[in-house]
């Protein structure tokens, strides 16, 4: 390798151990770290333009709007409310029913935004049985992880690698993920209600007390939630029929966004952009840029031909490789500039001798959602929802978290495995 790519590298690992520390906020980190490539001239401001995914940007800051918007109708909290009422208040039916909320909101959502939305209806709703609210947060961090795992939409690895392969498409991720990822989902779920039903016992008296909210009182204004509805629902629509209809995913999802905005007119528009996580955006950006310094310099190729190396060429030996690699890096570094660096990997090994990649990619989808939850610091999700319960005085540390979700990661991904070699490598 040449000097450049030496620095390449050096920059990498340097922004990279930033990111893991959180001493500075990560997307300025990552802005730096692809100020540098393009500084230090080891990518051209064009050749870094290039490399910017402007799909996966499209998407996310259309999907934003979207429930952005919804969000003030006070849909979510209806929803979680008369969930709640559904199962007559019991606290660990509750939680059962607040984990399939979740993890349904997070495949058709994206995770992050869903659990924003749930946990104040979390709060509420423990306040009311005066339970912790901390199994019900632990349990909605791994439900979300692994709904979000379902979908192109649901989470931030997804998009990755869907905009990064034109022929996975948005039924290809329903078609291959969806049905593991709700296997899992109903394999963890009883673990929690193990684990917990002793802690979240309440009175007869506070549990009654559930069923005299009233959930219709939530919806603030039923004609935004009927234009919301409508709009969401043909986003959705478009995410099945796009590729038939030669459309990249952003172009649905901005047109969903801007169609909402013109029905609900200009009062909602600045309201709206502000609920856009430009910090996210921005953090993407910065990424796209840092990892295109190791594409362009060949660090990537040369990963990439040991990876081959290692497994033979072996697509089976590759695909197990990629998800428990993914997995386990998932657990402890943020999972979103680790699939930014797997993408090129997996892109050169197909130029290396592996002739069938899709097992590959939904190894890597599998990897890195499901890996995730192997820690608090495994993905943005995690790291929200103790934040917010943190500022209300329910602490969830680090190790108290560790104990319950790396078990629960080893076996969702476990189960991955199976599904992974039955599907694709018999």
Request: hydrophobic share 55%; with cysteine; glycine share 8%.
């Amino acid at each position: 390798m040449d000097q450049q790519a030496w620095m390449a590298i050096g920059i990498f690992l340097v922004i990279y151990g930033l990111i893991i520390s959180e001493k500075i906020h990560r997307t300025i980190v990552a802005m730096i770290g692809g100020i540098l490539m393009v500084g230090l001239g080891i990518v051209s401001q064009e050749t870094a333009l290039h490399h910017i995914d402007f799909n996966t940007l499209g998407l996310l800051v259309g999907m934003m709007i979207i429930v952005g918007i919804t969000a003030e109708t006070g849909l979510f909290k209806y929803i979680a409310i008369w969930a709640a009422k559904k199962v007559g208040g019991h606290p660990v039916r509750i939680l059962v029913v607040l984990c399939l909320v979740t993890a349904v909101g997070s495949a058709f959502l994206d995770n992050v935004t869903t659990v924003l939305l749930m946990v104040p209806v979390t709060f509420s709703i423990t306040r009311q049985l005066r339970v912790t609210p901390v199994p019900f947060f632990i349990s909605q961090i791994m439900a979300s992880n692994i709904g979000g795992t379902a979908t192109l939409i649901g989470d931030p690895p997804n998009i990755m690698i869907g905009s990064a392969v034109k022929e996975l498409t948005f039924m290809a991720f329903i078609n291959n993920l969806s049905l593991i990822s709700f296997i899992i989902l109903f394999v963890t779920i009883p673990f929690f209600v193990l684990l917990y039903r002793k802690q979240i016992q309440t009175t007869e008296e506070l549990r009654l007390s559930i069923m005299d909210l009233d959930e219709k009182a939530e919806i603030q204004n039923p004609a935004l939630l009927k234009k919301c509805l409508t709009v969401l629902g043909l986003t959705i629509i478009g995410f099945f029929v796009h590729q038939i209809v030669h459309l990249e995913s952003a172009t649905v999802a901005l047109a969903g966004a801007f169609l909402l905005l013109l029905l609900t007119g200009e009062h909602y528009l600045e309201e709206a952009f502000h609920r856009v996580e430009w910090t996210t955006i921005f953090f993407f950006v910065g990424l796209f840029v840092l990892v295109s310094g190791l594409v362009e310099t060949e660090v990537i190729a040369a990963l990439a031909d040991y990876a081959v190396g290692v497994t033979g060429g072996d697509v089976a030996k590759s695909a197990i490789l990629i998800l428990w690699l993914s997995a386990i890096a998932s657990a402890f570094l943020d999972n979103i500039p680790f699939v930014a660096t797997m993408i090129p990997m997996i892109q050169e090994m197909g130029t290396m001798g592996v002739t069938n990649l899709e097992p590959l990619w939904w190894s890597l989808a599998l990897g890195a959602c499901l890996g995730g939850n192997g820690s608090l610091i495994g993905a943005s999700a995690n790291l929200i929802v103790a934040g917010l319960s943190g500022k209300e005085g329910h602490r969830i540390s680090f190790m108290q978290y560790f104990k319950i979700g790396f078990p629960l990661m080893l076996l969702s991904v476990l189960i991955a495995n199976v599904y992974i070699y039955l599907r694709y490598l018999m």
